[in-house]
């Protein structure tokens, strides 16, 4: 079992539309959540950086941690074509003091004008 | 402000040949990382630098080398390069302590015929 896994997509939305973008891990230790976002022929970029459970809202993006079910989501409200890009999830921090971040594959989103 | 600045951008090798990939950040962080991305694998981290003057393997370390240089340089060697070694590789750099996020360059893309 990998561990930290996503749907690889291509999800396809419309403009406007409320996207929702999952991620599962397996080390129950996880206590640092990140969402990286891709585009194309890029760099990851850090978009979101939450702790332990719960939501953490920044503009349109929203990111929920389940850790009792080991669950990360995403959500982008009023979607855009400038949020096409590929959404990398990494959970991080436990306790180990292992330093460099282990990553989902990747769930490549497209948003159709 | 450049970030972490990668070079060279592209580049076609023979099997067998060598060369090097750079990498500079001038943000001032302690640890350097390398990652290579394939398609359906996502990010896996070849060797890490966590300060100056120390190196670790990562994942998939066979086939490199790597030199932290200074404090803003970290370098990826390949020493005869193979095939399986084509991919786009990444270095990111981030804060001394455990879990910070990491700040990823734009890449280099590495085909070898």
């Known amino acids: 079992q990998k561990e930290v896994e996503q749907d690889p997509g291509p999800l396809s939305v419309p403009e406007g539309a409320i996207v929702s973008l999952n991620c599962t891990y397996s080390n129950s230790a996880f206590q640092y959540f990140m969402w990286y976002r891709q585009y194309s022929r890029k760099g990851p970029e850090l978009l979101m950086y939450?702790?332990?459970?719960g939501n953490k809202e920044d503009g349109r993006f929203t990111a929920q941690v389940d850790k009792s079910s080991k669950y990360i989501s995403l959500f982008i409200r009023d979607s855009q074509p400038s949020d096409s890009a590929t959404y990398l999830c990494a959970p991080s921090g436990d306790g180990t003091g292992r330093r460099a971040l282990t990553f989902g594959s990747g769930t490549r989103l497209q948003v159709q004008p | 402000n450049a970030g972490v600045t990668q070079t060279p951008k592209f580049q076609v090798l023979k099997t067998g040949q060598s060369m090097t990939l750079q990498c500079a950040q001038d943000?001032?962080?302690?640890?350097m990382y390398w990652y290579r991305q394939d398609p359906g694998m996502g990010l896996r981290l070849i060797y890490y630098?966590?300060?100056?003057?120390?190196?670790d393997k990562g994942e998939v370390p066979n086939g490199y080398n790597v030199s932290r240089l200074n404090k803003r340089e970290f370098s990826l060697r390949l020493e005869s390069a193979a095939p399986s070694q084509t991919s786009v590789y990444f270095c990111a750099s981030s804060e001394w302590q455990a879990s910070s996020p990491l700040h990823f360059g734009n890449g280099t893309r590495l085909t070898v015929t």
């Open positions: 943000m001032n962080h302690n640890s």
């Open positions: 939450t702790y332990s459970s």
């Open positions: 630098s966590a300060s100056e003057g120390t190196t």
